[in-house]
């Protein structure tokens, strides 16, 4: 384990991530600890190494659980859930390559058409909503998939070790839905799209709010961003931008109530941003459906 450091502000690293200086230490040994290895205590903050030693504070076990800087419960496997989604999709890749364009067709992101094999309108204005969900594991080919999941990987691994299962997850659909609102409100209704982009860019914008309350080096995360954005915007790669913004957005809006929630109401306010986003897609569907029907 490596030793805690002086910043150059005269602040000492945490003594699990050295890089991060903090004023608060442990109560019980006076290491010093960073938000995400801070556990509430009677009086102040532990360590999650005094933690699993035992407090003898007498509070319940739940209230001593080492804690995700999103205030989440800190997990054996912090990379589980992505492996999970990486696991869905490629699962239901597999099923397209099987079935072929006709379960494509029935599950991607569709506003309204007539489409081939089916004998009535098929799309969202027609009730199938489904459509806002499904179309995010679905993939139009092997770089399509491969460049998705490699980025999920990257992306969403340290991101649910920040943030813990639950608030993770609830992130991911979140921002998938966001951008599938968009897309259904803003591209033509007889034009699909299908992918897990608009969910992965909002895993862009959470990090970004994770990485400033850090303190870290945005450079490099802005720097992909943007070269992805250059690609987004690109005619001839065919994509649909409207899911990549509509998932940014609603990426940065709840990642940033997830990190930045007061401590006292962490987990209304956390799903209460969750709900206002999804309240947002909401509105749009209706909307737009209005508009086709």
């Excluded at 998705?148 to 639950?166: D, F, K, T, V, Y």
């Excluded at 990549?244 to 401590?263: D, F, K, N």
Aim: aromatic share 10%.
């Amino acid at each position: 384990m490596a030793d805690a450091h002086q910043d150059g502000e005269g602040l000492p690293g945490c003594y699990r991530h050295p890089d991060r200086p903090t004023g608060v230490r442990c109560t019980r040994c006076e290491r010093p600890v960073c938000p995400e290895c801070m556990v509430s205590a009677s009086v102040g903050f532990q360590c999650p190494q005094c933690v699993r030693s035992g407090s003898g504070t007498g509070h319940r076990p739940t209230a001593t659980r080492p804690r995700t800087l999103a205030g989440g419960t800190v997990a054996a496997d912090p990379r589980l859930v992505t492996k999970v989604l990486i696991g869905v999709c490629l699962a239901v890749f597999l099923v397209q390559l099987s079935v072929g364009d006709h379960f494509t067709n029935r599950f991607e992101m569709l506003g309204l058409a007539w489409v081939p094999g089916f004998s009535t309108p098929q799309g969202v204005a027609e009730g199938q909503w489904y459509r806002l969900v499904t179309a995010m594991f679905l993939h139009g080919g092997y770089a399509h998939i491969a460049f998705n999941m490699l980025s999920l990987w990257w992306i969403g691994g340290p991101l649910e070790a920040a943030l813990g299962r639950a608030r993770y997850l609830a992130l991911y659909f979140v921002s998938g839905l966001a951008g599938s609102a968009l897309t259904y409100l803003l591209e033509e209704p007889n034009q699909g799209s299908l992918g897990a982009s608009g969910a992965i860019f909002g895993l862009f914008g959470a990090t970004a709010v994770v990485m400033r309350r850090l303190n870290y080096d945005l450079r490099p995360l802005i720097a992909l961003l943007v070269i992805n954005l250059i690609f987004t915007f690109t005619p001839a790669f065919n994509i649909a931008w409207q899911a990549h913004i509509g998932g940014l957005v609603g990426g940065l809006a709840v990642g940033y109530g997830m990190i930045h929630a007061p401590r006292e109401r962490r987990a209304l306010v956390q799903y209460g941003v969750c709900a206002l986003v999804l309240l947002a897609v909401v509105v749009t569907v209706v909307v737009r459906t209005g508009q086709l029907t």
